[in-house]
């Protein structure tokens, strides 16, 4: 059952962003593109903090709503 529970929060955690549960951090970035992989997620400094682009998994806010609603 913890396992079920543990997959789906990681799940879940992914696709609408949540912080803490998401692992695709900066490193993660910085990795993508030292092997030269989706150059387009690369980070991207704006001042004195860096944006991380969203994966192509990530939900959008509409998104988000209508998948709540769903439910």
């Known amino acids: 059952m913890h ?3 543990n ?3 990681s ?3 992914t696709l609408i962003n949540i912080k803490g549960k998401i692992k695709n951090g ?3 970035h910085k990795d ?3 092997i030269g992989v989706r150059l387009k997620l690369q980070p991207q ?3 004195k903090q860096t944006y991380l682009p ?3 998994h ?3 806010k509409s998104e988000k709503i209508g998948s709540c609603k769903c439910l």
């Open 3 to 5: 396992v079920k529970k």
């Open 7 to 9: 997959d789906c929060d």
């Open 11 to 13: 799940i879940i955690g």
């Open 26 to 28: 900066i490193n993660a």
């Open 32 to 34: 993508l593109v030292e």
């Open 45 to 47: 400094p704006h001042g």
């Open 54 to 56: 969203p994966t192509c």
């Open 58 to 60: 990530t939900l959008s």
